[in-house]
């Protein structure tokens, strides 16, 4: 190992600041990148569920139409 | 291939060798401004030699020995070679931490008269070499010393860094 | 390889297959960066010179060696795209383009938090690092080209184009710190020669690049399966996927 306790390491040899702000932002870019996924899935979810209700509206009418006639 | 793709591949292709040849004499004539730094040689002996009073970057190795620093202030002065010529720099400021002889560091500054750049910035340039403390003191005698530490080339030369 | 990912009428075949590869692939990248990083921070010698501030170099060269990878293969599926015409192709682009600009941005921030403490600057505009710069307007230009238009097809085609012409910005971000002069240094690890670093330094540093490219392929395939499920919303099969038996009724 490469450090003796703890508070060196988080010290990184007077280095903590530049490296924790860079491990720090890669993962809240990589958290954001798999957030951005979820919301894609969740857009999907909403977008087939809106076409599969106008589908069946639209086989409702179409039924109605040919009682009507 | 369908003759239809194949006129497709050949006019994409063509276009990304285009855009490249383009790319090239671009870059080969932008060559010197892309650049980021003169080196002492291309001042010196260069074909588009600086003017004194211009504003300007040098980079190159730091002099063995050259370093020389007042252990009051901030002040600090060295010299900076590549192949032959040297170009003296003076600089008051924190050094950035790789700092050192025998480093390549980049000083952006005004030229003046002999060869010397006063610099309102230096910057140290490493290579791609990474060792272990232990191991680089054993095979190059090198022990790096933080250049804004006390201890720092305050001592005569023959003290090492 | 594109001839079995190939047809459209197959989207839900490459879906399902995309799917199974999706749970190792995320569960062997989190296992091997787990590893790579855990090594390169806690275990790893500090450098020489630089201390341990070189510990960014665990994220810094993979960020930055994959946003070139996944550039040259995103305009490796543009050319199969344009050329062939292939909607897998299409796809993998918008699938492939968030992540490398991703990438490109953590490489571009990394290399400030470093440049700052060793160089004395956050940024300086110098060949590598503007070149690396562009890549990231390449990224978002083919984004931005690809879901300009209302017709796919036509973003599509736009964004490939880009994407394609961008390519000549590769070879420049590599060797442009040995064509001119630069403040960033040149390569550490080549394909070609022996690493200038110790085993114990590189050998995390691959186990973080292997991580990576495990992690890359992760996100490329989830975002390949989402722009399946996108482009094929009216058909049938992802309508049962997403909506459930609710259709079927009908």
Redesign the interface.
Known sequence: MAFSSVTEFFAMGGYGFYVWLSYGVTAAALLALVWHGRMVRKQLHQAAQQQAQRQQRLARRQQQQQENR | MIPR?KK??AM?LS??VG??IA?TFI?LAL?KN??????PSQMLEGEHKPQVGQRLRV?GMVVEGSVKRDANTLEVEFLVTDTGPTVKVLYQG?????F?EGQGI?AQGVLQEGNVVKAT?????????????E???AMKG?K?VNPNSNEAYTKPPSGGN | MWRWLHPYAKGEASYHLLGRWLPWLTASALLVLLIGIGWGLVFA???????D??RI?FIHVPSAMLSMGTYTGMAIAA?VA???QIRTAEWSIAAIAPVGAVLTFISLLTGAAWGK?????WW????RMTSQLILLFLYLGVLALYHAFSDNRTGAKAAS?LA??G??NIP?IHFSVY?????H????ITKFAKP???P??YIPLFVCIFGFMLMTAAFITQRLRHEILRQELHRPWVQQLLVGAKVKEQ
């Open positions: 793709r497709r591949l994409v276009l990304v855009v490249g790319m870059l060559s892309v650049d980021l730094f003169y080196t980079g924190i050094l950035p931490d790789l050192r980049v910035e230096v910057l140290a340039k490493h290579d791609e070499e990474y060792m272990p403390p191991l680089a003191e090198i790096h | 010698p500090p450098d020489y010179q630089q201390g501030s070189y170099i050319l344009l050329v062939w403490p060793m160089w004395g600057t300086e505009w110098d060949a184009i394609l012409v390519v000549v420049i064509w001119w002069n630069s403040l240094q040149g390569a550490t200038s670093m110790p114990e330094m």
